[in-house]
């Protein structure tokens, strides 16, 4: 994975810090879910985390847990679902202690690529901050 991420969140910041990381995902419960291991080589130090997807065949939606290892616990979900190739998540969340909303899009440019981007805003969804983009191809 190669990673470029704003180095300060909803705070005007256009500097990107650029890393690498692994992903391995698995498929769970006879393909209703999967899970992925991440290792992630910022900067400030390297990390893992993962994520839990699960599909939700009552309502064609799938909801995304994330657990970060520097703060092991289950953040809120992302709910939503893939249209045309591209899934867009979104949630609830804060930052520095004030209410955002989380989107997330998942693409897949090519057969051995896919790309994720995680996007915050502080009105509701009105306008949008891409804060973290990663690129993923097959080891």
Not at 55 to 83: C, M, N
């Amino acid at each position: 994975m190669r990673h470029r991420k704003l180095r300060d969140r909803l705070a005007g910041c256009t500097d990107w810090a650029e890393f690498g990381g692994t992903m391995h995902a698995d498929p769970i419960l006879g393909g209703l879910g999967n899970f992925d291991r991440n290792v992630i080589d910022q900067p400030e130090g390297r990390y893992e985390a993962c994520t839990l997807r699960l599909f939700h065949p009552d309502t064609g939606q799938w909801s995304l847990h994330w657990v970060d290892g520097r703060d092991p616990k289950i953040d809120p979900p992302l709910y939503g679902a893939f249209e045309g190739g591209v899934g867009t998540f979104f949630g609830e969340d804060s930052v520095r202690g004030r209410p955002i909303r989380l989107r997330f899009v998942w693409e897949r440019p090519t057969l051995a690529t896919a790309r994720w981007n995680q996007a915050f805003s502080a009105d509701g969804g009105v306008t949008w901050e891409t804060n973290w983009i990663m690129e993923f191809s097959r080891a």
